[in-house]
T-cell receptor, first 115, second 113 residues
């Protein structure tokens, strides 16, 4: 069975600090997808990134970066120079590569950026 | 395109009542999904559909039913509501392919008292 663990329930930092959100996953599939979603206080789910299991290149998008390490089954998310608008709950998720690509979510990390 | 729409946004039910949560998408997506999000938790899959007329159970299907008579609509039926079904319900859709991803609706907040 697939499983996603986000061990950090809540993180609180001061604005402009860098922060890393951890994600560890379990799967028996050889190919799969990993995702990060943001859920701001308004409640909607905002897609941030999808990563294929065969692509271990790190990715950077502005202040966001993602570190995928297959050897440790981790897909960590770093926000550089955090801003108050980054305050949200962040979810890591995993899906099979084929078929319906049903998502399995972690429990989420609540990130609070204090001014 | 309106994307994925869900109605209602909020609803309060009494124990034992029934209701249907509506979900529609106008992107001609093949796949549709229903997830629930309990307070402080991640989302869990209730049911999904790979096309009109085809549905299947997810991780937590008990107490729910779905149908998919058209490509656009994927209603979720709650029979005999229970307090354990108090949750936020999200509908999602996906075209179907190796590079696409799921688009989520705004959610329906349901309270069962």
């Amino acid at each position: 069975a697939q499983k996603v663990t986000q061990a950090q329930t809540e993180i609180s930092v001061v604005e402009k600090e860098d922060v890393t959100l951890d994600c560890v996953y379990e799967t028996r599939d050889t190919t799969y997808y990993l995702f990060w979603y943001k859920q701001p206080p308004s409640g909607e789910l905002v897609f941030l990134i999808r990563r294929n299991s065969f692509d271990e290149q790190n990715e950077i998008s502005g202040r966001y970066s993602w570190n995928f390490q297959k050897s440790t089954s981790s897909f960590n998310f770093t926000i550089t120079a955090s801003q108050v608008v980054d305050s949200a709950v962040y979810f890591c998720a995993l899906s099979e590569a084929g078929g319906a690509q049903k998502l399995v979510f972690g429990q989420g990390t609540r990130l609070t950026i204090n001014p | 395109n309106a994307g994925v729409t869900q109605t209602p946004k909020f609803r309060i039910l009494k124990i034992g009542q029934s209701m249907t949560l509506q979900c529609a998408q106008d992107m001609n997506h093949n796949y549709m999904y229903w997830y629930r999000q309990d307070p402080g938790m991640g989302l869990k899959l209730i049911y999904y559909s790979v096309g009109a007329g085809i549905t299947d159970k997810g991780e937590v299907p008990n107490g729910y039913n779905v149908s998919r008579s058209t490509t656009e609509d994927f209603p979720l039926r709650l029979e005999l509501a229970a307090p354990s079904q108090t949750s936020v319900y999200f509908c999602a859709s996906r075209l179907g392919g190796s590079t696409d991803t799921q688009y989520f609706g705004p959610g329906t907040r349901l309270t069962v008292l």
